[in-house]
């Protein structure tokens, strides 16, 4: 059965349809957000074996991951590509093993109802631009968690193209430009012409915003952190980031400022049922 709601833009599939996914978090600030994305995680899960459905999570970086730390992790993502991409590596010799690997779309899951200790959402609330998607989705999310079982939902705030423009000089031009002038109105996110290397369509969240939205879905949000807060603004980040004392120093900037996200490019808001 098709998910009801909006359908997906055909952008955002063919994006994803690149393959740029994989292996992002080894490149660039992915590394910080691998790290950040990682603690905080494990802050907030209950203890392995726990059950944990990772929807929109893309090949699989976090999921693997999980499996290797005990954790029954059953994946779910709505592009192709991601999903054999995932099967791939679970069959490469020593692999961990994932619960399940399944194409599915976050707003209408496959999964039994209270079935779950968690649900990781990394994609669908900024892939999925009408707030009653987005609402769809963590009711879905809902569904499926147990009696207080914990959804840790993944947004982009409404700041992140800004704060990027500034910091790489982007800002300057004209598209770039109009493009933030409407994120800051909408909240809705476009590619401007001209600029390939821009994130696809997507919904950048108020920190207010993000929680309202899960509590809307009869969720109770304790937090609404920073993932990399503002660590990924250092000059020559990735040179930074191999020397082991300036990486200590960049996570421990990322930890002083995680209760003010809105200049953090990703945020995580932390919720149970």
């Known amino acids: 059965m098709a998910p009801t709601g909006s359908p997906l833009p055909r952008e955002l599939l063919a994006y ?4 740029t996914e994989a292996g992002r978090l080894d490149r660039g600030i992915g590394p910080l957000e691998r790290a950040r994305t990682q603690e905080l995680v494990q802050r907030f899960l209950p203890a392995a074996p726990a059950i944990v459905y990772d929807v ?7 999921a693997f991951w999980l499996a290797a730390l005990g954790y029954a992790v059953h994946l779910v993502d709505i592009a192709p590509l991601h999903i054999a991409q995932a099967r791939e590596r679970a069959a490469s010799p020593g692999s961990p093993q994932l619960a399940s690997i399944a194409q599915g779309d976050a707003r209408q899951l ?28 963590l009711a879905e999310a809902r569904r499926v968690l147990r009696p207080g079982g914990v959804v840790l939902a993944f947004a982009i705030s409404h ?15 004209a598209a ?15 590619q401007p012409a001209g600029w390939p290397d821009v994130f696809t369509t997507a919904f950048f969240h108020r920190p207010a915003q993000l929680r309202a939205e899960l509590e809307a879905a009869d969720l109770a ?29 960049l996570l421990q900037v990322a930890r002083l400022a995680e209760r003010d996200p809105a200049c ?4 995580l808001a932390v919720a149970r049922r």
């Open 56 to 62: 929109g999570g893309g090949p699989g970086a976090h």
């Open 176 to 190: 770039y430009l109009d493009m933030v002038t409407r994120e800051l109105a909408t909240g809705r996110h476009d």
């Open 110 to 137: 496959s999964f039994a109802d209270a079935s779950a200790d968690a649900v990781v959402l990394h994609g669908p609330l900024y892939h999925l631009t009408e707030r009653s998607d987005r609402l769809a989705a």
């Open 264 to 267: 953090s490019p990703h945020m």
């Open 159 to 173: 700041l992140a193209s800004l704060v990027v423009g500034l910091v790489r000089g982007s800002i300057f031009d």
């Open 221 to 249: 949000c304790s937090d609404v952190l920073a993932v990399q807060g503002p660590a990924w603004m250092v000059p020559d980040f990735e040179a930074s980031w191999q020397d082991p004392t300036r990486r200590a120093v």
């Open 16 to 19: 994803y349809a690149q393959g």
